[in-house]
């Protein structure tokens, strides 16, 4: 009987996290430990080592995310263990896990089998309470706005055209639309609002791209809450929120320190959604690592259209990071799924499908090798089901595309069955490159997303009602057109329908709702049926986790 990840995880002996930090030449007196196997590094020590010489960075990608799983985080931690087990000075950077698929469709998302972040249940569950100043803050900002509005609305604010929501953390599509205000004048006035996932959030977003505390502050105040009823925007500095919503954040900015099975040091810190927000862990966190390790292993969410998109045309535009090599993560399972083979049969022998289905790889291999101007690397995640004809189609292919292809088994294996994959890195990651964006700068809103859905996505155009339209042409003419674009959209698939396997051309990316994020310094341009509230599924996650008799913390993952 195999062990699950959690079973793997309870049986693994950690360091103090005191020692770990020792090992990167982080003094104790610098620490903010949370038990014995997490902690806080403090905003001082990361301030002291500023002028420090930045380590290689590494973004690990994917494919098309299938039902079957790819295992991007799996492959960041055994990479990270890899680098560490060939005599390289490596860490890891990841997002946290949010509650909503935690307690929905995945259970956990600490990596898996040998390959994962520790203590697991204490990263998957509360941590180190992040996301709860972010929900906190987020919705303080919203309870001092209609607090504002009840008190005589001195700033004029049009209830119509309150755009703050507020979130939660936990996945509830009753939620998605609401009625607030009932109950008569001392409940304030009745309007339509609604909630997000916390990973949604534009605090969110700004919390992971803020470089400290002073850039965190300023970009909160710049938050649009809504407008006038002759459109003046209102930020929450109008409000005089921002300086409350700085002091819950505080401590929270802090990256958190932890370590992976074989005890490489790992930084999880912030986590947006890839399919509604950029789908990056913290800045922060990847500044200091780069300053404390020689390589340095980051995911961004979900495939490369989506969470590396976003990595390059929003972090790396907006804060100077550069990666020397991607890594695309593939499966069997996944090229035979996106060639046409049903979740219930991905484990019977299918060439034929998988060489149809590795379309979805080549296109995501030229994004990133030929859009962006990366070296890549294709990681195979092997599975025990996984045949030889299979795997030799796979890697044949990914050669004729014009790069490297590795097995990996570092779910079976750990950091051992991962070698391969981390010479290869280090390889490729000292070839010259230069990072190149989708768009320039100057382009306008509406170029910027077309440049996105027809160059990453193979579409043939992007279409907008009048209305959307007239949107972003308004934010276009207040200044707002020299941000990036953080496009919401299904990440099932290129197009905007979930349905549509492998990698479909000629289609329309049609832009539902437009919205401002104007403290996270972005437009987000919500595309097809996403939302920002997402559901549970029929059987969630959540109905298999329990504590048992000892008080251990079964069925997560």
């Avoid at 998109?309 to 535009?317: G, H, M, P, T």
């Avoid at 859905?453 to 992007?462: C, D, H, K, L, V």
Wanted: proline share 4%; charged share 20%; with cysteine.
């Amino acid at each position: 009987m195999s062990l699950s990840n959690i079973d793997i995880a309870q049986a693994a002996h950690m360091l103090p996290i005191r020692t770990v930090a020792e090992r990167l030449g982080i003094p104790e007196e610098s620490l903010e430990p949370y038990g014995r196997y997490k902690a806080k590094i403090s905003l001082e020590y990361l301030s002291s080592i500023r002028d420090r010489p930045l380590g290689t960075l590494v973004l690990v990608t994917a494919v098309s995310p299938t039902p079957a799983g790819e295992g991007k985080t799996t492959t960041t931690v055994g990479l990270g263990d890899a680098l560490t087990r060939i005599g390289e000075r490596a860490m890891i950077c990841l997002r946290e896990p949010a509650l909503g698929p935690v307690f929905g469709m995945k259970g956990g998302a600490a990596g898996g089998g040998y390959a994962q972040v520790v203590p697991m249940e204490d990263i998957n569950l509360h941590f180190t309470g992040d996301f709860s100043a972010i929900a906190v803050a987020t919705n303080l900002l919203a309870s001092m706005i209609d607090n504002h509005i009840h008190h005589g609305n001195a700033l004029e604010i049009d209830v119509r055209r309150v755009t703050w929501r507020r979130v939660l953390d936990v996945s509830d599509r009753a939620l998605r639309d609401v009625v607030i205000g009932l109950g008569g004048p001392g409940n304030g006035y009745p309007r339509e609002s609604g909630f997000d996932i916390v990973v949604a959030s534009e605090v969110m977003a700004i919390f992971c791209l803020a470089t400290d505390v002073r850039d965190l502050k300023e970009r909160l105040g710049d938050i649009v809450i809504g407008y006038t009823r002759d459109r003046r925007p209102v930020s929450a500095r109008d409000l005089g929120a921002h300086g409350a919503m700085t002091a819950v954040l505080r401590d929270a900015l802090a990256p958190n320190l932890v370590q992976t099975l074989e005890n490489t040091p790992a930084f999880v810190h912030g986590g947006p959604f890839a399919n509604i927000a950029h789908g990056c862990n913290s800045y922060l966190a990847t500044s200091a690592a780069l300053r404390l390790a020689d390589y340095v292993v980051t995911e961004a969410g979900f495939g490369a259209d989506l969470g590396a998109e976003k990595f390059v045309d929003i972090l790396c535009r907006t804060t100077g990071l550069r990666p020397s090599v991607a890594v695309i993560v593939a499966t069997v399972r996944a090229m035979k799924y996106h060639g046409g083979v049903e979740v219930a049969d991905l484990a019977r022998e299918d060439v034929a499908a998988l060489e149809h289905g590795i379309v979805n790889l080549t296109r995501h291999l030229h994004t990133v090798q030929e859009t962006f101007g990366m070296p890549a690397v294709v990681a195979i995640n092997h599975r025990a089901e996984d045949t030889d004809a299979e795997v030799a189609a796979l890697v044949a292919a990914v050669e004729r595309a014009g790069a490297v292809a590795v097995v990996a088994t570092h779910f079976a294996d750990g950091g051992s069955g991962a070698e391969e994959l981390a010479r290869a890195v280090v390889r490729l990651s000292a070839q010259p490159s230069e990072l190149r964006f989708t768009y320039p700068d100057e382009a306008s809103l509406w170029e910027k997303m077309q440049a996105i859905a027809t160059r990453i996505y193979g579409a043939s155009e992007i279409t907008a009602s009048s209305a959307v339209r007239a949107q972003i042409k308004r934010l276009q003419a207040e200044g707002y057109g020299e941000y990036p674009v953080c496009v919401a959209k299904t990440q099932y698939s290129f197009s905007t329908d979930p349905k549509l396997r492998g990698a479909p051309s000629g289609h329309a990316v049609d832009i539902r709702e437009v919205r401002l994020a104007a403290g996270a310094r972005f437009i987000v341009m919500v595309c097809g049926d996403i939302m920002t509230m997402p559901g549970l599924p029929a059987v969630p996650a959540a109905m298999t986790i329990d504590v048992d008799e000892d008080g251990r913390i079964v069925g997560l993952f």
